[in-house]
């Protein structure tokens, strides 16, 4: 008997993800919970399990299609492999007859395409980013044809029929000379040495996402320095003690964390969010930190930051860190946040201006930490500093909030006993 794999759910507000890369191909066996296909989604990357043991029968979609919800990814049947590696057909046909029928349509399907089917004969309509082109460019999905799972056009399909000189209908002359954003060719010199790759779904959302928070947001951004000598002391100090205790390294995350949940709870602007004409004061602190990957820019959530220890912040930002540099974070993981903290002294930046993680209202950027001459008590003396940066959305948050709550932070660095006694 045949076992179906499905794609799982996703997690709330996510309902569709991209086929990232099959670890096995038709015919092999794979083990019950054995790692088979890594799907994206525009908020992590998941791994598909095997929901049984047996043979992997056939994959019904491919590597970069878009899949929904319970789409069905492939199929599994019973068996050693013996026969699947001589016959994998033969082993199709007869463990799973309904999956190879599906595949005969799908195929069928594919190839009637170019014969322009009505779109409400489609068994899929487009994927989403093939959708978003046809619509920027006038064009038909009867125009383009489809190379997905049961003649689901792709964006591939729609940029390679445009290069084709597929072109809008005449009826729609208006329409088609609006202007569409479209890349300036290459010399024939460069277009060899250049090499185009696909973005990644969770890519797609960063930049969208940025994107509009810059343009909804009144975003300004306002500085301060703080002399992290007090704190780097106090590492000194107690590293070795912290670490035995608790099991995990004292870094300056917990303090910053711990600093930015005493202002928010003066300052409850920052904390807030514009829901139409409302705002929406969060009487908890919900903080997101940002973390570099290899697939991009992830802010996992450190959930009631403000009723924890600088130990257990420590942890769980441990956790998150390890999650997301693993590919493990969970959707669960990346909800939710209610102010983030960027790190990007990490990679050297000495200042910058942070983009707002929409919706929340505000982002601390840190930064570098420099030996710099500053005067204390009218002596030109060497200490350790470190600009701050805080993003804002003005439509919510007053310049004098702002300053504020960034003074406030600063406070609590310089004098870190403050942040252990929550005063």
Same mark, same amino acid.
């Given at each position: 008997?045949?076992?179906?794999?499905?794609?799982?759910?996703?997690?709330?507000?996510?309902?569709?993800?991209?086929?990232?890369?099959?670890?096995?191909?038709?015919?092999?066996?794979?083990?019950?919970?054995?790692?088979?296909?890594?799907?994206?989604?525009?908020?992590?990357?998941?791994?598909?399990?095997?929901?049984?043991?047996?043979?992997?029968?056939?994959?019904?979609?491919?590597?970069?299609?878009?899949?929904?919800?319970?789409?069905?990814?492939?199929?599994?049947? $019973?068996?050693?492999? @013996?026969? #699947? +590696?001589?016959?994998? =057909? %033969?082993?199709?046909?007869? !463990?799973?007859?309904? *999956?190879?029928?599906?595949?005969?349509?799908?195929?069928?399907?594919?190839?009637?395409?170019?014969?322009?089917?009505?779109?409400?004969?489609?068994?899929?309509?487009?994927?989403?980013?093939?959708?978003?082109?046809?619509?920027?460019?006038?064009?038909?999905?009867?125009?383009?044809?489809?190379?997905?799972?049961?003649?689901?056009?792709?964006?591939?399909?729609?940029?390679?029929?445009?290069?084709?000189?597929?072109?809008?209908? $005449?009826?729609?002359? @208006?329409? #088609? +000379?609006?202007?569409? =954003? %479209?890349?300036?060719?290459? !010399?024939?010199?460069? *277009?060899?040495?250049?090499?185009?790759?696909?973005?990644?779904?969770?890519?797609?959302?960063?930049?969208?996402?940025?994107?509009?928070?810059?343009?909804?947001?009144?975003?300004?951004?306002?500085?301060?320095?703080?002399?992290?000598?007090?704190?780097?002391?106090?590492?000194?100090?107690?590293?070795?003690?912290?670490?035995?205790?608790?099991?995990?390294?004292?870094?300056?995350?917990?303090?910053?964390?711990?600093?930015?949940?005493?202002?928010?709870?003066?300052?409850? +602007?920052?904390?807030?969010?514009?829901?139409?004409?409302?705002?929406?004061?969060?009487?908890?602190?919900?903080?997101?930190?940002?973390?570099?990957?290899?697939?991009?820019?992830?802010?996992?959530?450190?959930?009631?930051?403000?009723?924890?220890?600088?130990?257990?912040?420590?942890?769980?930002?441990?956790?998150?860190?390890?999650?997301?540099?693993?590919?493990?974070?969970?959707?669960?993981?990346?909800?939710?946040?209610?102010?983030?903290?960027?790190?990007?002294?990490?990679?050297?930046?000495?200042?910058?201006?942070?983009?707002?993680?929409?919706?929340?209202?505000?982002?601390?950027?840190?930064?570098?930490?420099?030996?710099?001459?500053?005067?204390?008590?009218?002596?030109?003396?060497?200490?350790?500093?470190?600009?701050?940066?805080?993003?804002?959305?003005?439509?919510?948050?007053?310049?004098?909030?702002?300053?504020?709550?960034?003074?406030?932070?600063?406070?609590?660095?310089?004098?870190?006993?403050?942040?252990?006694?929550?005063?």
């Amino acid at each position: 008997m045949a076992t179906e794999i499905r794609v799982p759910t996703l997690g709330e507000s996510v309902s569709e993800a991209t086929i990232g890369k099959w670890f096995k191909k038709a015919g092999d066996v794979i083990a019950a919970d054995e790692p088979l296909v890594e799907l994206e989604t525009d908020k992590v990357t998941i791994e598909v399990p095997a929901p049984a043991a047996g043979v992997l029968v056939e994959l019904t979609v491919k590597e970069g299609e878009t899949v929904g919800v319970g789409a069905l990814l492939g199929t599994i049947g $019973a068996g050693d492999g @013996a026969v #699947a +590696a001589t016959k994998p =057909a %033969a082993v199709a046909q007869a !463990s799973a007859p309904n *999956a190879a029928s599906t595949v005969k349509e799908a195929v069928a399907q594919t190839a009637s395409v170019a014969g322009s089917p009505p779109i409400e004969e489609r068994k899929m309509p487009p994927a989403p980013a093939a959708a978003k082109i046809l619509a920027e460019t006038n064009l038909s999905v009867d125009q383009v044809a489809g190379s997905g799972k049961r003649g689901q056009v792709l964006k591939g399909d729609v940029l390679e029929a445009i290069a084709k000189g597929v072109s809008a209908p $005449a009826a729609a002359p @208006a329409a #088609a +000379a609006a202007p569409v =954003a %479209a890349r300036v060719p290459s !010399s024939t010199e460069d *277009a060899p040495r250049e090499e185009r790759v696909r973005m990644t779904k969770l890519r797609q959302t960063i930049a969208r996402r940025l994107k509009e928070a810059q343009s909804t947001a009144a975003m300004l951004t306002t500085f301060n320095e703080v002399d992290m000598s007090a704190v780097m002391a106090l590492r000194t100090k107690y590293k070795d003690i912290f670490e035995k205790k608790h099991g995990v390294k004292l870094g300056f995350m917990g303090f910053f964390t711990k600093a930015v949940t005493h202002a928010l709870k003066e300052i409850p +602007a920052v904390n807030a969010e514009i829901d139409g004409t409302d705002i929406i004061y969060k009487n908890f602190a919900h903080v997101g930190v940002a973390v570099g990957t290899e697939k991009g820019l992830v802010v996992p959530v450190v959930r009631d930051a403000d009723q924890m220890s600088i130990a257990e912040i420590e942890k769980e930002i441990g956790r998150l860190g390890l999650a997301a540099r693993d590919g493990k974070l969970s959707v669960a993981d990346m909800q939710g946040g209610t102010f983030t903290i960027s790190n990007g002294g990490v990679y050297g930046s000495l200042m910058s201006t942070p983009i707002l993680n929409a919706p929340q209202s505000g982002i601390l950027g840190m930064h570098k930490i420099q030996d710099r001459p500053v005067v204390v008590g009218g002596q030109i003396v060497i200490r350790p500093m470190m600009y701050l940066a805080l993003s804002y959305d003005h439509r919510i948050v007053d310049g004098k909030e702002a300053v504020t709550f960034l003074v406030r932070v600063k406070d609590s660095l310089e004098d870190p006993e403050r942040l252990v006694l929550d005063l």
